[in-house]
């Protein structure tokens, strides 16, 4: 069965640093695999998405995340942090046959002044 | 965005009751889920649906129950609600394009079961 695993629960930085966001994921095949941001009191938004070829992917709001087989790893980076980051962020993997997506339990991303 | 729209948004029930939440969408896809998110598990899903009157167990099935007469809508149903059922109800849809599964959240729905 597939599964994800995000091994931060929190993760706090200061506004305009690097942000880098660890998932690993355990599939049997080539996976597809998302980052969902979700604000307080809002549904989940795909910030980007990995099917196949270029292993590094770019998303929206100066996102990108880079897929590396060997690691199994799928991690969520952005060179300079704004305040309004600040969300909860999901990664998770998807499988064929009728579409199901498997998610991992979050990460809570602070940005502080 | 996607159509997608949850109804209520938020409802405070006694246990026991039956307790029905609606999702409705408007782009026509074959897809639809529903999941629960409780901190600590991230969603987890509970029925999922791949067409008219096709549905199908997730994770979380036990209590729930679903229905989806027409494509744009999807039911979920708690028969006898009880507190473990307190939850943030989300509804999402897919579609099969070539270009994997991605999927499309609507709002949510904030059950209280007291």
Known sequence: AQ?????????????????????NYSYGAT????????SPGQGLQLLLKYFSGDT????IKGFEAEFKRSQSSFNLRKPSVHWSDAAEYFCAVGSGGYQKVTFGTGTKLQVIP | DAGITQSPRHKVTE???PVTLRCHQTENHRYMYW????????????????GVKDTDKGEVSDGYSVSRSKTEDFLLTLESATSSQTSVYF??????????????FGPGTRLTVL
């Open chain 1, 31 to 38: 996976p597809y695999l998302f980052w969902y941001v979700q």
């Open chain 1, 3 to 23: 599964s994800v695993t995000q091994p931060d629960i929190h993760i706090t930085v200061s506004e305009g640093a690097s942000l880098e966001l660890r998932c």
């Open chain 1, 56 to 59: 590094l992917v770019q998303g």
């Open chain 2, 15 to 17: 246990t026991g009751t």
């Open chain 2, 35 to 50: 999941y629960r998110q409780d901190p600590g598990h991230g969603l987890r899903l509970i029925h999922y649906s791949y």
């Open chain 2, 91 to 104: 509804c999402a849809i897919s579609s099969r394009d070539g270009r994997g599964n991605e999927q499309f």
